[in-house]
Each structure stands twice: as structure tokens, then as C-alpha cells.
């Protein structure tokens, strides 16, 4: 008798459905913006990563549209591989001018950051990285790349993270990264006084 080795997919997909629990994409039909029209509804946007409305500036399209004309639609490949363009290194140079640092570097999102960083800041067994309870889950997956032992601390809880501090460095572990999800403002630049 041949099996069907596909079957149990259909079997659990008709569960997931009849749980009410099937993630379905909603059409939103114009741009991302504060208020949007979603499958015929005017809705007001609040999980849109269009923090600052820049997707729909008019110097943003602009741009687009010239980069467009020059560069085509997309690189065609990874940034590490044949898809690193001139217009994002000129975007990297203009960044790091802005914020007064010696570099920048631009992912495609913040899930392709924290696979990359975490990796390069923490990339031993002789790490701990020491995590917030509530990270965000691409942190907590950029932190699974690593070799680095793990450890958590209570969300926003010093008192916790001092605790899992003193802790740790009884290991004498190489190096103990401390992670937490918020809004950072990275690098110190000394003769500024300023982050």
C-alpha cells in the first residue's frame, strides 16, 4: 500500500481552520499610512513599521522613482554576494555623516540585524549573552545563532539584571553581552560629549 505523505498536512491545516486560528492576510488596498483602506474599510494603521510617514513622502517617491530609473527595481542578489550598489553605500555614508559616526550599515530589516550583529559581538562559547525576558523575537533568534551560553533577566527589572550580572561574571566567561529591546541610539562619539 503506497502512503500519502502528505496527507497530515491537509488534516492539520483543517484543524488550525475549524480553531478559528488560520493567520489570513488582509488586503490593504493604497499605501501604508496613518489611516489606510483595508478590504474596503478605512482603518487606522498601528502595526506598520511607517513610523515617521516616510513611505509615502513626496522626496521619498521621488528618490525611489530616480533610483528606479538608474538602478532598476532591486540588486538582483545579497548585498554579500553581487547586490552591493552604489546608492547603498552612498545611503551608509550619508547616515553615518547625520549621525556623527565613523560608519553605517543598512539591512534589509531589524530581523536581518539582529541575525548579523549578534553573531559578530557575541561569537564564542565563552560568551553569555544576557537577555531581557521580552525581547523581541528576532532577538531571540539572532542570540540562537550563536555559540554563546544564554541567560535571561526579568523585563526591565534592574534589580534582575544586576543579580544575573554578579552571577555570570563568577564564570569568568570571555565576554557578557547584555541585550535588550527599545530604542538605542549606538556608538559614543567622544569629542561631541554625546550618544
Known amino acids: 500500500m503506497k502512503r500519502d505523505p502528505t496527507t497530515f498536512l491537509a488534516e492539520e491545516m483543517k484543524e488550525i481552520r475549524d480553531a478559528g486560528r488560520e493567520w489570513v492576510h488582509r488586503v490593504l488596498e493604497g499605501p501604508s499610512d496613518t489611516v489606510c483602506k483595508v478590504e474596503g474599510n478605512e482603518v487606522i494603521m498601528l502595526c506598520s513599521n511607517n513610523y515617521l510617514g516616510l513611505s509615502n513622502h513626496p522626496k521619498m517617491k521621488e528618490a ?11 540588486s538582483g542578489s545579497v548585498r ?3 547586490g552591493n550598489m552604489d546608492l547603498h553605500e552612498q545611503w551608509e555614508r550619508r547616515l ?5 559616526q565613523e560608519a553605517a550599515f543598512i539591512t534589509s ?7 548579523g550583529v549578534i553573531q559578530q559581538l557575541a561569537p564564542s562559547a ?19 545563532a550563536t ?3 544564554r541567560a535571561v533577566y526579568e523585563h526591565c527589572d534592574v534589580a534582575s539584571l544586576e543579580d544575573e550580572l554578579s552571577s555570570l561574571a563568577k564564570g569568568n566567561p570571555r565576554r ?9 541610539i549606538l556608538g559614543l562619539n567622544q569629542s561631541k560629549g554625546h550618544s
Open 176 to 184: 557578557i553581552l547584555v541585550i535588550t529591546d527599545g530604542v538605542a
Open 96 to 100: 553615518a555623516e547625520f549621525k556623527e
Open 80 to 82: 554579500a554576494i553581487a
Open 109 to 115: 530589516a531589524g530581523f536581518s540585524a539582529n541575525q
Open 126 to 144: 565563552d560568551d553569555i549573552i544576557l537577555s531581557d525576558r521580552l525581547n523581541h523575537g528576532s532577538i531571540i533568534d539572532g542570540i540562537r
Open 147 to 149: 555559540k554563546a551560553k
Open 64 to 74: 525611489a522613482i530616480k533610483a528606479v530609473k538608474t538602478h532598476g527595481v532591486g
